[in-house]
């Protein structure tokens, strides 16, 4: 009887030893199996010159200008998608399984980018026409930089056209917002492939900005403050690449370099205590239909590695991969043919704010960034932890929180 007791204890520490090391794996291969579920779609099709084909037309019940915004929806899907996967594109190994995966979305992007900006091809994308042209060509333009692979195994035809799509959004006067920063982005793509670059532009998206911080890692979206997640879609993460850029080549930003690290690291602080126990976050503000894009700039924080001392990876990790979880779990999150439907949780047409197309959607790819991380990183690799919200309900007592400025 002793032995059958003793192993049973060893058969349960086994299988939850076994748990415990399968969480961070399996934590990996369920964000990998979200990435092929978002980009395949846009990218496979893109590839093959069929995009404007097979992508669902689908907008919002209130759009402001239908037949502009299909025009530029494409070129939403194929920007945003990009940005969010560049990083896992731009690494080297990993298991044999994740390399293939990533060589066959290599093989896709590099013809995808071919198809979107050549003037012959069908799927050939708007880069001139109206203003959503500048803010998506602006996350490619990011795309680029989180992932100089693709720029450099593109033949020279092909970067020369790219280089003229993002020319043509020069054109482009910004709205007075975080728009500038979409402006700024291309000036950084520019900068970052030695390219010439506009510093006027550059210098105005950060004297701007910095008139309009509010305090507490907190920007203003223009000159009135909004209740949304534009901290977190554009404003940090967008600022945080740029200094990094601009500061390789000058030292004339250095003013804004230690700023931008404390706010930095205190909004992700901040957006990690959003992150409910269950995965989910405050619906407030326009743009919710990004989904867990709302967590951008915390993801891209886990990625450079520059989370505050009071986020460990593991505990970021969780909370990003519950919210990964809590925004897909409804049957109703894609179509049947594998398009993400219009919604937060599910399909939920009313939340869509007058922009907003399929292509919009795909910001929630931003989610993806720490899948630049290798296996081995400690963000993969470090056993599940609890994430604040987790501890706090719970009952478990943490230290106070308290502002930057």
Known sequence: MKYKKLILVLCLFAQSSMAQSGTKNNDRAFWLSHLDALAKPILQSLANDSLKIVMPKTMSKHIDNPTQRQEV??????????????????????????IALRNGYRAWAIKAVANAVNPQAKDYMVFDKGGQPLVDASFLAAAFIRCPWLWNHLDAQVQANVVNAFLKTRQI??????????????????????????I??????????????????IYSDGEKFHFDYYNSYVIHPYLATMIEVFNKKTTT??????????????????????????????????SLVYRGGAF???????????????????????????VIRKTTESKATFTK???????????????ADVYITT????????????????????FW?????????????????????????
């Not at 919009?360 to 290798?374: K, Q």
Request: charged share 20%; aromatic share 12%; hydrophobic share 40%.
């Open 253 to 286: 930003f250095n003013w804004q370099t230690a700023k931008l690290k404390s706010r930095n690291q205190r909004y992700a602080v901040i957006l990690e205590r959003l992150i409910n126990p269950d995965g989910s976050f405050p619906a407030t503000g326009r």
């Open 200 to 217: 006027v532009r550059v210098e105005y998206c950060f004297r701007q900005l910095e008139q309009w911080y509010l305090g507490d890692s």
């Open 337 to 351: 043919d594998g398009w993400l439907e219009i919604g937060l949780y599910g399909n939920q047409p009313e939340i």
């Open 359 to 378: 292509g919009s959607l795909y910001l929630c790819s931003t989610i993806l960034l720490p899948l630049g991380l290798p296996e081995t990183d400690e």
């Open 173 to 198: 006067k910004p709205g007075f917002s975080n728009w500038i920063l979409f402006s700024g982005m291309i000036e950084a793509f520019f900068c970052e492939f030695g390219l010439e670059w506009d």
């Open 296 to 322: 951008h700039h915390l993801a891209e924080m886990a990625f450079r590695k520059k989370l505050a001392a009071e986020l460990s990876p593991a505990q970021v990790r969780g909370a990003l991969t519950a």
């Open 381 to 405: 690799a470090a056993p599940t932890q609890e994430w604040t919200s987790q501890k706090v309900w719970s009952g478990k007592d943490i230290p106070a929180d308290h502002a930057v400025d």
């Open 73 to 98: 929806a494409y070129l939403e899907a194929f920007g945003r998608i990009m940005t969010g996967i560049a990083p896992w594109l731009n690494l080297e190994g990993g298991s044999a399984k994740e």
